[in-house]
């Protein structure tokens, strides 16, 4: 604790030279002065280590021969009752605490995926306004917070410190909610532009680098600031306990080349903020000619949100450079003004993220305002075609399709009813089995086992999905009508002879009879056990199996 000389006053008398009298009670000189106990005007007592109040109703009972003090209170305890500075703030801390919970219902809402992600547009583009506000408003709770104390407390201590950092804190936390606004307001108008004609913008050119680039330098502007005005020693800040004290050590802190500077870095991110603005409409908005009808697209193409929260963010640096030269208006100071601190310092990153809470409200989410877009283009294209698709509901109520809480499993279920199994399924087997017989020709032979190659008739076992009993008969009776019809599929051996023997065209000899094969009917075999003048399989063998296009 740091006091001037001419703040020092002299031990009030008592009974005797070792004695003195504080607030009514007697202290020893002696044991004081022993521990380098000081009296100052402001009421304390202190040892450059402790520091006491004297004055009622905390002034210490008694002090011990080892310096040690019954019933006293410190010097920085809040004792004085909430002034206009801690009442205003706590106002703010309300409604604070409202924009965070709309800027929570926000990001619910718009960080939703309705669509498969893309490379080019990450998901965690659309959501870095609603980190922002989120960041300006937890900085600006805890800044509000701890300012209570800044009224409270009898010397200025840590709450001052707390109150001023977090309060820089949430100022890059208006400027970076504005830009990604900004910043990603482009995006959407470019994912919008492309969306019909994926390959109408490419990902090159002048255009690409800038929006490659621009956030990489707006980034390094913030923190710029954040490196600037943060990491420093605040232990200066604190000295506010008397009006010298302030002149000497708090005043010219606040006021340092360094606290001037960091506006200008805000104000550098502000322009480029703008810039960005003006780039996205000029890429993705319809084009104007002349200087003169280019501002007034300018202002005709920007959204409403954008006319209110770009002008409330250049008032951030424009107010923190303020308060580095005028000292009254800072938040820094003890004594600052509300009047001032409050509507400059608070009032425009309360009113960005409150603007930025409404539209997140009354907005859509993109990816269904994009299901939106390609349903209208696609009713669109219909109509110009002449094709009048039927309503979703209609296959529904035609039973084509599930209710509207089918689950998977249930359509994977109705596709397998509807394939196979039960009842159903073996009526379908039964009528297969006698269609496939009533189609061959009525001309076959009239046994049941002759010739049945190309047919191939299943057995009760083999059928597969079948779960009701199939009767032997169907088969039996199925293998008798594929036996009288089936000579069409599979023509007898004589009736193969006789159009081997037929004449081939004019000019050409017939083929000698086949003398090597006996008849048949005669008991033989009718097989030929050379495998040289073997030309053509028997006609009771299984049919051939093709393996491979070698083997026909």
Excluded at 33 to 56: A, H, I, P
Excluded at 62 to 73: C, E, H, S, Y
Excluded at 234 to 243: L, S, T
Excluded at 382 to 408: F, S
Aim: charged fraction near 15%.
């Amino acid at each position: 604790m740091t006091i001037d000389a001419r703040d020092i006053l002299a031990w009030p008398g008592g009974d005797n030279n070792t004695d003195t009298v504080l607030s009514g009670l007697h202290f020893n000189i002696t044991t004081l002065e022993n521990w380098n106990y000081t009296l100052y005007s402001n009421g304390t007592l202190s040892n450059g280590t402790k520091c006491y109040l004297t004055f009622e109703p905390f002034a210490p009972a008694l002090i011990f021969p080892n310096g040690t003090f019954i019933n006293a209170t410190k010097c920085w305890h809040p004792v004085h009752p909430i002034g206009a500075r801690a009442g205003t703030g706590l106002g703010f801390a309300v409604v604070f605490g409202l924009s965070l919970v709309l800027t929570l219902v926000a990001l619910n809402k718009h960080g939703k995926l309705h669509l498969p992600a893309q490379k080019r547009f990450h998901p965690i583009g659309r959501r870095w306004q609603w980190y922002w506000a989120i960041f300006t408003c937890a900085t600006a709770l805890i800044s509000l917070f701890t300012n209570i104390d800044v009224d409270r407390y009898y010397l200025p201590e840590i709450p001052i410190v707390l109150t001023s950092f977090f309060w820089y804190l949430m100022q890059i936390g208006a400027v970076a909610c504005t830009w990604e606004a900004v910043r990603h307001w482009g995006s959407w108008m470019e994912r919008q532009f492309i969306d019909p004609d994926p390959f109408r913008l490419r990902e090159e050119g002048r255009r690409y680098w800038i929006e490659f680039f621009l956030p990489l330098v707006a980034y390094l502007f913030m923190w710029l600031n954040f490196f600037i005005v943060v990491p420093r020693s605040w232990g200066k800040i604190e000295h506010q306990r008397y009006p010298e004290q302030i002149i000497t050590d708090a005043e010219p802190t606040a006021t340092d080349n360094r606290f001037k500077s960091a506006p200008f870095f805000l104000f550098a991110a502000w322009l480029l903020t703008v810039f960005s603005l003006w780039h996205s409409i000029k890429h993705y908005c319809p084009r104007n000619r002349g200087i003169i009808n280019r501002t007034i697209g300018l202002f005709k193409f920007t959204p409403t949100r954008f006319m209110l929260i770009i002008p409330l963010a250049f008032i951030v640096p424009l107010f923190q450079a303020m308060v580095a030269w005028n000292f009254d208006w800072s938040p820094l100071n003890v004594k600052g003004k509300p009047e001032a601190i409050y509507p400059g310092g608070y009032a425009p990153a309360l009113l960005i993220v409150i603007i930025q809470g409404i539209y997140g409200l009354l907005s859509p989410n993109e990816d269904r305002e994009l299901i939106r877009q390609r349903r209208e283009r696609g009713q669109t294209l219909d109509a110009e075609l002449g094709i009048q698709r039927k309503p979703a509901w209609w296959r529904r109520v035609q039973g084509a399709g599930g209710g509207p809480n089918e689950t998977m499993r249930d359509k994977i279920m109705r596709n397998v009813r509807e394939i196979g199994g039960g009842g159903p399924t073996a009526r379908n087997v039964k009528e297969a089995i006698h269609t496939r017989a009533a189609e061959s020709s009525p001309n076959g032979p009239t046994s049941p086992q002759e010739d049945m190659e190309m047919v191939s008739i299943p057995s009760p076992q083999h059928v597969v999905g079948v779960t009701g009993p199939i009767a032997a008969g169907d088969f039996a009776s199925a293998r008798q009508t594929a036996g009288r019809y089936v000579g069409v599929m599979t023509p007898s051996a004589t009736s193969r002879q006789a159009e081997l023997m037929m004449d081939g065209p004019p000019g050409t000899v017939p083929p000698p009879p086949y003398t090597d094969r006996p008849p048949l009917g005669t008991g033989e075999t009718g097989r030929n056990h050379s495998v040289a003048s073997s030309t053509s399989p028997s006609i009771n063998s299984p049919p051939v199996q093709v393996r491979s296009m070698l083997d026909v």
